[in-house]
Nanobody, 119 residues
Framework: QVQLVESGGGLVQPGKSLKLSCAAS????????IKWFRQAPGKEREGVSC????????YYANSVKGRFTISRENGNNTVYLQMNSLKPEDTAVYYCARSSRCSGAPDSWGQGTQVTVSS
């Protein structure tokens, strides 16, 4: 069955980096766009980034532009989110999700990984 598993979250100090992974199984990754979302306590879920199935097109929320980089390795069935210069406001549960395209709605979600940015 379709499965997305996030990993790489943790506690990190402001200004540091983390790299999240989204491991896909049960489907052919290179046919799909992959999105990253996050949800902080008491806040609505926010779209963070997306990479197209071809890996050519990227989208970033303004709040992370210039700090986060999305990438994919279809051969490893994995999509990454490199997060640099982390800020306390980046604290959230991060989810990856599958979509037919970056403009479409996700149809499968991972379970999420917690990222906490604190000194």
């Amino acid at each position: 069955q379709v499965q997305l598993v996030e990993s790489g979250g943790g506690l990190v100090q402001p200004g540091k980096s983390l790299k999240l992974s989204c491991a896909a199984s049960g489907f052919t990754l290179n046919y799909y766009a992959i999105k990253w979302f996050r949800q902080a306590p008491g806040k609505e879920r926010e779209g963070v980034s997306c990479i197209s199935s071809s890996g050519i097109t990227f989208y970033y929320a303004n709040s992370v532009k210039g700090r986060f980089t999305i990438s994919r390795e279809n051969g490893n069935n994995t999509v990454y989110l490199q997060m640099n210069s982390l800020k306390p406001e980046d604290t959230a549960v991060y989810y990856c999700a599958r979509s037919s395209r970056c403009s479409g709605a996700p149809d499968s979600w991972g379970q999420g990984t917690q990222v906490t940015v604190s000194s």
